[in-house]
């Protein structure tokens, strides 16, 4: 099993800056990738950011240019630099972490919110 710590979520005001963070624990040996996902109320969790272990990144287009996601591969730890945030930003923001060597599994973080408004 794997576990996942996230911090770093709180209000912010438009145009401003945000990281997240989150660490993982338990089996991390078989992580072979991390990132971050959102849910804003009452819509579906989408896809942000995830990094694998060799370091790849993928961002979602909505949030190119202004985020970047980052990963300690022995720590299994990973971040989000969040900029020029915008209200539409606003949701729970969910660690994912991927593991396993013939099948995968995901393991989820309890989530954190971020708030962007003025």
């Not at 579906?44 to 190119?64: F, Y």
Request: aromatic share 8%; with cysteine.
């Amino acid at each position: 099993q794997v576990q996942l710590v996230e911090s770093g979520g709180g209000l912010v005001q438009p145009g401003g800056s945000l990281t997240l963070s989150c660490a993982a624990s338990g089996v991390i040996s078989s992580i072979f990738a991390m990132g971050w996902y959102r849910q804003a109320p009452g819509m579906q969790r989408d896809l942000v950011a995830m990094i694998s272990r060799e370091g790849t990144p993928h961002l979602a287009d909505s949030v190119k240019g202004r985020f970047t996601i980052s990963g300690d591969n022995n720590k299994k730890t990973v971040s989000l630099q969040m900029t020029s945030l915008q209200p539409e930003d606003t949701a729970v923001y969910y660690c994912k972490a991927v593991a396993g060597q013939i099948y995968s599994t995901d393991f989820w973080g309890q989530g954190t919110q971020v708030t962007v408004s003025s």
